[in-house]
Nanobody
């Protein structure tokens, strides 16, 4: 089970930190990803971090603004979002998989999502 938290309403230029706690005894074996779905748009990849935390990858639109990191002691993955833009408004989902990359189909488990709204 994956449970996201930390979403909310923020002004453009502000920051939010999303958290996703994963209920599993093998958290450290999973690659973790963040995806988002904006109103009227398809779900899109945002960021991913590998099982050890040693490798991360971001979609171009968030590079330099978002940071994904994980704490394997707390079974939690985070998405630090800075310099937020109105176009970042979306429902954000975390996902877990083994050998996962940027494709949603690589991920086996998904959270329920948390709403992020950025006002201009």
């Amino acid at each position: 089970q994956l449970v996201e938290s930390g979403g909310g309403l923020v002004q453009a230029g502000g920051s939010l930190r999303l958290s996703c706690r994963v209920s599993t005894q093998t958290f450290s074996s999973y690659d973790l990803g963040w995806f988002r779905r904006a109103p009227g748009k398809e779900r899109e990849f945002v960021a991913t971090i590998n099982w050890s935390g040693g490798s991360t990858y971001y979609t171009d639109s968030v590079k330099g603004r978002f940071t994904v990191f994980r704490d394997n002691r707390k079974d939690t993955v985070y998405l630090q979002m800075d310099s937020l833009l109105p176009e970042d408004t979306a429902i954000y989902y975390c996902a877990a998989g083994v050998g996962a990359t940027t494709r949603a189909s690589d991920y086996d488990y998904w959270g329920q999502g948390t709403q992020v709204t950025v006002s201009s």
